[in-house]
């Protein structure tokens, strides 16, 4: 089994067209290190990861702050325990956004609500350094340094 860059599981490499049936394989899905296991009372099985097993593909602004439905349906709240992270693309250069769901297991955050976390981005001060992001259940999670994005303004 597989789960594509862009969120698609396969088997056998045809894609699952059954949501229920994704959903079911994604409630067993564990990571040990840098692999991932759908694991079940009788059995362990490997599966590729190409880049993170879910996608967040919705986002509300709420009091507390951020929650996203990943394409499994569930409701994540960005915040502790809950982190947003943006890694650098060296391909690209350009920022990688993800959102920790559970146990090590991350959704790769989609582009336009990539866009959106900007929209609600601000500048802090972290460490002494000025830093753009985002804040959301009482935590800001830095973007990139806010120097950095003056020379794209």
Do not use: C
């Not at 597989?2 to 045809?14: C, E, N």
């Not at 960005?78 to 693309?89: E, I, K, N, V, Y």
């Not at 981005?121 to 985002?134: Q, T």
């Amino acid at each position: 089994m597989r789960i594509a860059a862009d969120g698609t599981w396969f088997y056998q490499k045809t894609p699952i067209g059954r949501p229920a049936l994704v959903k079911l394989f994604a409630s067993v899905l564990k990571r040990e290190g840098d692999k991932y296991f759908l694991v079940t009372p009788v059995e362990k099985v490997g599966i590729v990861v190409e880049d993170a097993p879910f996608l967040a593909v919705e986002m509300k602004v709420e009091k507390g702050g951020l929650a996203f439905r990943t394409n499994v349906d569930d409701w994540v709240a960005a915040g502790p325990g809950h982190a947003l992270r943006f890694d650098l693309d060296a391909a690209t250069g350009g920022l990688k956004p993800y959102l920790h769901v559970r146990r090590g297991l991350w959704a790769k955050v989609t582009r336009a609500l990539f866009y959106d976390l900007v929209e609600l981005g601000e500048e802090r001060a972290l460490d002494g350094k000025a830093m753009f992001g985002v804040a959301s259940g009482a935590e800001f999670f830095a973007m990139a340094e806010a120097s950095a994005l003056k020379e794209f303004a």
